[in-house]
Each structure stands twice: as structure tokens, then as C-alpha cells.
């Protein structure tokens, strides 16, 4: 088991490495969206707790799809970039707390092996290069 808790860590740290949304959400220069952040950041870390499962897991994986989804059809308004790293954050935070808690009695993250720890990860990098392609689409309509 360690050895897929170690795989799904070393996907993250990966994952992280090409696109971290806690580094983008930081970086914001508008004081309304850092005040925001704010607040977004501690909700976030208090869902922590209720991550339990891997359907908790891949719940939060829809949510940012949903979010990237949304904005893929209208024009760009300035939160809509904001909103998409968000979920992508809360996202994150989810796969980091199944593989922080793996082998955790408490949790039920065991039953996911590392042929679906790819497939949470396809499906990232998949939605991570559409919602590249809405802010793009954003920034040429600006």
C-alpha cells in the first residue's frame, strides 16, 4: 500500500510542479479577490474534514470541471479565472488529504489503485489545459 500512497504523492508534487493553484490564488493583485482569497483559502481548509472517500475526491474533481465548464461558452469576466483556480485548489487539496490519509482506518482511500490515481490525473491535466485555453480565449478578447 505505501507504494501507491508514495505514486499518488509523487502525481501531486507533479501535478503541483506544472500548474499550483495555491502559488496563482496568492498572486492575485486585486484587493477584492485577495480579500476574498482569504476567506475561500480557511472554507477550503475547513472541508478538509470531510474528505473521506475517493467519491469525495472525485466530487471536488467535478466541481472544478464544472467550473471550467461554465465559463467555457461566455465572455471572460475578471473572477472567472479566480473561480476556476479555486476549484482547481480545493481540487488539490483533495487528492492531498487521500494522500496524506491513504492507509487511514478512518478514511476509505485504499480501494483506489494507481491505474485510477492515473485516471484522477488524466482527467486534471485534460480540464487544466481547457480552462488554459478559456483564459486564453479570455485575454485575446480583452
Given at each position: 500500500?505505501?507504494?501507491?500512497?508514495e505514486?499518488l504523492k509523487n502525481?501531486?508534487n507533479?501535478?503541483?510542479?506544472g500548474?499550483?493553484?495555491?502559488y496563482?490564488?496568492?498572486?492575485?493583485?486585486?484587493k477584492e479577490l485577495?480579500?476574498?482569497?482569504k476567506?475561500?483559502?480557511?472554507k477550503?481548509?475547513?472541508q478538509?474534514?470531510?474528505?473521506n472517500?475517493v467519491?469525495?475526491?472525485?466530487?471536488?474533481?467535478s466541481g472544478f470541471?464544472?467550473?471550467v465548464?461554465q465559463?467555457?461558452?461566455?465572455?471572460?469576466i475578471?473572477?472567472?479565472t479566480?473561480d476556476?483556480d479555486?476549484?482547481l485548489?480545493?481540487?488539490?487539496l483533495?487528492i492531498?488529504?487521500?494522500?496524506?490519509?491513504y492507509?487511514?482506518?478512518?478514511?476509505d482511500?485504499?480501494s483506489?489503485?494507481?491505474e485510477?490515481?492515473d485516471?484522477?490525473f488524466d482527467?486534471?491535466y485534460?480540464?487544466l489545459?481547457?480552462?488554459?485555453?478559456?483564459?486564453?480565449r479570455?485575454?485575446?478578447?480583452?
Amino acid at each position: 500500500m505505501e507504494d501507491v500512497q508514495e505514486y499518488l504523492k509523487n502525481r501531486l508534487n507533479e501535478f503541483k510542479q506544472g500548474y499550483n493553484a495555491e502559488y496563482k490564488l496568492n498572486s492575485y493583485c486585486d484587493k477584492e479577490l485577495k480579500r476574498r482569497w482569504k476567506v475561500d483559502r480557511e472554507k477550503a481548509k475547513n472541508q478538509w474534514q470531510y474528505i473521506n472517500s475517493v467519491e469525495d475526491v472525485r466530487n471536488y474533481i467535478s466541481g472544478f470541471i464544472g467550473q471550467v465548464e461554465q465559463y467555457q461558452n461566455i465572455k471572460g469576466i475578471p473572477t472567472d479565472t479566480y473561480d476556476m483556480d479555486l476549484a482547481l485548489y480545493k481540487a488539490n487539496l483533495a487528492i492531498s488529504k487521500m494522500a496524506q490519509c491513504y492507509e487511514s482506518n478512518k478514511c476509505d482511500f485504499d480501494s483506489c489503485g494507481k491505474e485510477e490515481i492515473d485516471e484522477i490525473f488524466d482527467t486534471l491535466y485534460h480540464w487544466l489545459e481547457e480552462m488554459n485555453n478559456v483564459n486564453m480565449r479570455r485575454m485575446m478578447q480583452d
